[in-house]
């Protein structure tokens, strides 16, 4: 079963959707988050007809959003749902989550941890666009090797935003 909710943020309306995580209760705090998408994200997703609005199923995930949406939270604890993306764009997703809050890194820096360098870094790049967990997978930390703000699904204000609240736009 396919659960959404929508919570208010600082960066407008985010849409939460979820499955059952295996062994959860149905509509529990067992849910696995598929996707967390802002207003108009590139590729964001939409209600689809069948889903089920649920947003007790996403206490939690919304607890932990305020938490770091008020400085008080640095690191997310949820559940992913499973099987998702290529096993490409998993593995530069892994490489998202292990940025540390407050801190940014290139592209080029994501290709090579993920072993494909030089070419490469434009698949990262793609594989970057279509995370879909904004916020609490991190692609907002990664910025052109110039250090300039490229590439945000959400859009470039947000990303600024995101790196302003992490304290990651210090010194530019």
């Known amino acids: 079963m396919t659960m959404y909710a929508t919570v208010d943020s600082p960066l407008g309306e985010l849409l939460l959707v979820g499955e059952e995580a ?4 149905p ?5 696995a988050l598929v996707s967390l998408s802002v207003p108009g994200q590139k590729g964001g997703t939409v209600v689809q007809d069948g889903w089920v609005r649920a947003p007790e199923a996403f206490a939690g995930v919304a607890a932990q959003l305020d938490e770091y949406f008020e400085g008080r939270r640095t690191r997310f604890d949820l559940v992913y749902a499973e099987g998702r993306g ?3 764009q998993r593995r530069v997703w892994a490489a998202l989550d292990a940025v540390p809050y407050g801190e940014t890194v290139s592209y080029g820096q ?3 941890r993920v072993g494909a360098s030089g070419a490469g870094v ?3 790049g793609t594989a ?3 995370n879909p967990l ?5 692609c907002h930390r990664v ?11 959400g859009g470039l204000e947000r990303k600024e935003r995101l790196l302003g609240l992490e304290g990651a736009l210090a010194g530019r």
């Open 134 to 138: 904004l916020v609490v997978r991190p």
């Open 128 to 130: 970057i666009g279509r």
């Open 143 to 153: 910025i052109g090797a110039d250090g300039a703000l490229r590439g945000y699904a």
């Open 122 to 124: 434009r698949a990262v």
């Open 22 to 25: 295996p062994g959860a209760a």
């Open 27 to 31: 509509r529990a705090a067992g849910t």
């Open 110 to 112: 994501i290709a090579a």
């Open 86 to 88: 290529t096993e490409f």
